[in-house]
């Protein structure tokens, strides 16, 4: 396997950008799967074979079967660690135990390094594999309709080959961190690995500050202790630097047939301009139909000469999606999904200019599925959005809605749990062989909270 290089930890990075830069380098080397590869811990003569398959297009799934091969032999299983490609060389078919963590790219399907291992899987002539135990992590993005796509097609496929499950299929978000150690660490309490509990939950459970408060996760740590016997747990709080930011809202209520987002936008970019106002500006729109138009919309404003006008959004290549987050010498218009609403930073932005609206997912009753429609976002997702222009320097937020539609908006976003059709978690709580789903759910405070009675 070529070695990997990574930026140390005496580069004049800060951690986060060190961890992008690391992700970014693994990528690059992603379209040449690497060849099958042992842990390099040494495992004991008698330990069980343990098969970690990955499919990553910018390391990160990569990073999480690493991290599940390095723990291995510390539970008695010797790891044998490769890209989903590899899976002949890796003995896929004659494996007892596998595990494989893939992303979804493009319209849900798999990413460079496990096309092959579809294309294989997927076939009339896959074999019959009844002596397989398998679990599947997918890594996604909600923004889009097929999320975690690629590894719902491996969990489902490998069940219609007679594989049985050691746990239910998991799929995480862009913030993948705390979801992927929870499933990690209940894999290793499936397969019975005693040892060492996983170094990422051993040290520290990190929690985003939009995920609860501090008094909130204080009482689940507290009851964690009390039910479970978890080891006691300090609780540390980190308030992020912010500069103030004014918000400006349009004078009057846009009406029943308003005008498309993008002109709003074009129009409010060229305000801007015009006033003075300098740096560089980010344009919420929900999706990649509104992104273009008001990309053109924007360079056909004569205001718009010397910026460069970026999208930004999860379809698009990584090559790209770093061109809309570099610095540049000239200022730059970024037009982006939430994307850019809470999964990063962008240095440089003074003004936000925020369409009100998203995709969102909700279970549509006429057609009986769950889709993304297009949506009114909330006050507290608009604060978010907001944000981004004070992150380094103050700045300025234009809405294209009057302050009193504002006033009408819903203060938080509807928890997910209340908005999608919830038959596909009662169907994987039976799989995994709960047989009293409601108690299931309302025994955790989770799901109490949200108010879920059926």
């Given at each position: ?132 135990r398998f679990a599947v992590l997918g890594l996604g993005d909600k923004n889009y309709s097929d ?308």
């Open positions: 396997m070529t070695p990997i290089p990574f930026i140390p930890e005496t580069a004049p990075f800060t951690a986060e950008q060190r961890a992008w830069l690391n992700g970014f380098l693994a990528g690059l080397l992603a379209q040449t799967p690497p060849a099958p590869q042992t842990n390099n811990v040494p495992a004991a003569a008698d330990d069980e074979p343990l098969l970690v398959l990955f499919g990553s297009q910018t390391g990160s799934a990569e990073g999480l079967a690493k991290r599940i091969a390095k723990e291995a032999p510390l539970r008695g299983f010797a790891p044998k660690l490769a890209a989903l490609n590899d899976f002949e060389s890796a003995g896929f078919a004659s494996a007892g135990k596998a595990v494989i963590i893939s992303s979804t790219w493009g319209d849900g399907e798999p990413p460079d390094n496990a096309v092959n291992f579809w294309s294989w899987l997927a076939a009339d002539s896959a074999p019959r594999l009844e002596n397989l999320f975690c796509g690629a590894s719902k097609k491996f969990d489902a496929r490998l069940e219609a080959l007679g594989a049985k499950r050691l746990v239910p299929r998991a799929e995480c978000d862009v913030d993948y961190e705390t979801a992927a150690v929870g499933w990690i660490d209940g894999l290793w309490e499936k397969l019975g690995g005693g040892g060492a509990p996983s170094n990422a939950s051993a040290s520290f459970v990190g929690v985003q500050a939009s995920a609860c408060s501090g008094d909130t996760l204080k009482r689940e740590l507290q009851r964690a202790e009390s039910e479970f016997g978890a080891p006691p747990c300090a609780v540390l709080t980190s308030q992020g630097r912010t500069f103030p930011v004014d918000i400006e809202y349009l004078p009057h209520r846009l009406g029943a047939n308003p005008p498309p987002p993008w002109e709003l936008a074009a129009d409010a970019f060229a305000q801007f301009v015009s006033s003075g106002g300098k740096g560089d500006v980010l344009v919420f729109m929900p999706g990649g139909f509104e992104i273009s138009q008001t990309i053109q919309a924007i360079r056909n404003m004569s205001e718009s000469r010397g910026y460069l006008v970026l999208p930004l959004h999860g379809e698009l290549s990584p090559r790209d999606q770093d061109a809309a987050v570099e610095r540049y010498e000239q200022p730059k218009v970024i037009v982006s999904t939430n994307v850019a609403e809470t999964s990063i930073t962008i240095d440089g932005v003074k003004l936000v200019i925020d369409s009100g609206l998203a995709r969102i997912a909700r279970y549509d009753a006429n057609r009986g599925i769950n889709t993304l429609l297009v949506e009114k976002i909330s006050q507290a997702s608009s604060d978010q959005r907001a944000g981004r222009a004070g992150r380094t320097a103050p700045g300025r937020c234009m809405r294209l809605w009057s302050r009193a539609e504002h006033d009408e908006r819903a203060p938080q976003e509807l928890p997910e749990i209340k908005r999608l059709d919830l038959s596909e978690v009662v169907l994987t709580l039976k799989a995994a062989g709960v047989e009293d789903c409601r108690a299931c759910l309302q025994s955790n405070s989770i799901f109490r909270s949200s108010g879920t009675e059926r």
